[in-house]
């Protein structure tokens, strides 16, 4: 498995706050990346994906990519309570024989509280 | 959006008997599907792709002749968990994208909770 790097945390925030998460990945080569929240007992869900350097924002999220540092990032501005999850750093694979693969980090436990 | 339909979502079953896990795309055909497993308190473990038409392609340490998976439709890929152990237990989920690899995230089903007593 490719490696993919988290905090695993538990990262907490108090509400309104921002929160950062972080993750580092190893194959030089990745060029895809993308941030899944998952909520206890449930399956990921997409937050977002960002595939060039700098940063792109959807609402209160940014997700922050910087290539040669090999490190994604993820931003969540006026955080909520309902944020409260685990995040997942995810990293696909675009070479050989793993093309198109996808592959997570640990996942950090973010809680957000009132 | 992409919507990706995994069942059953909870199964229980004695030691030696074998589970089926289906994944169907509802909304669009999928000529590669992913099989993850996660632990608690784990990452998701890429266990296999799924290709369909093809033999899948498992990742290293994953036992082919445990994890049976069949890829017949552009719609439906199954893993068949084997003479199931209590170590099987586990939240097995599959995935599937809608696009060609570089552009398009991969949409996941609701998981499957299997536990082997």
């Known amino acids: 498995q490719k490696e993919v790097e988290q905090n695993s945390g538990p990262l907490s925030v108090p509400e309104g706050a921002i929160a950062s998460l972080n993750c580092t990945y190893s194959?030089?080569?990745?060029?895809?990346f993308f941030w899944y929240r998952q909520y206890s007992g449930k399956s990921p869900e997409l937050i977002m994906f960002?595939?060039?350097?700098g940063d792109k924002e959807d609402g209160r999220f940014t997700a922050q990519l910087n290539k040669a540092s090999q490190y994604v990032s993820l931003l969540i501005r006026d955080s909520q309570p309902s944020d409260s999850a685990t995040y997942l750093c995810?990293?696909?694979?675009?070479?050989?024989?793993?093309?198109?693969?996808?592959?997570f980090g640990r996942g950090t436990q973010l809680t957000v509280w009132p | 959006g992409a919507v990706v339909s995994q069942h059953p979502s909870r199964v229980i079953c004695k030691s030696g008997t074998s589970v089926k896990i289906e994944c169907r795309s509802l909304?669009?055909?999928?000529?590669?599907m992913f099989w993850y497993r996660q632990f608690p308190k784990q990452s998701l473990m890429l266990m296999a792709t799924?290709?369909?038409?093809?033999?899948?392609?498992?990742e290293q340490g994953v036992e082919k002749d445990k994890f049976l998976i069949n890829h017949a439709s552009l719609t439906l890929s199954t893993l068949t968990v084997t003479s199931a152990h209590p170590e099987d237990s586990s939240f097995y989920i599959c995935?599937?994208?809608?696009?060609?690899?570089?552009?398009?995230?991969?949409?996941f089903g609701n998981g499957t909770r299997l536990t082997v007593t």
């Open positions: 909304d669009f055909q999928a000529t590669t």
């Open positions: 960002i595939y060039s350097n």
């Open positions: 194959d030089r080569g990745s060029q895809s």
């Open positions: 995810a990293v696909k694979t675009v070479r050989g024989s793993t093309l198109g693969r996808l592959y």
């Open positions: 995935s599937a994208r809608d696009g060609t690899p570089n552009n398009s995230p991969l949409h």
């Open positions: 799924s290709n369909e038409g093809s033999k899948a392609t498992y």
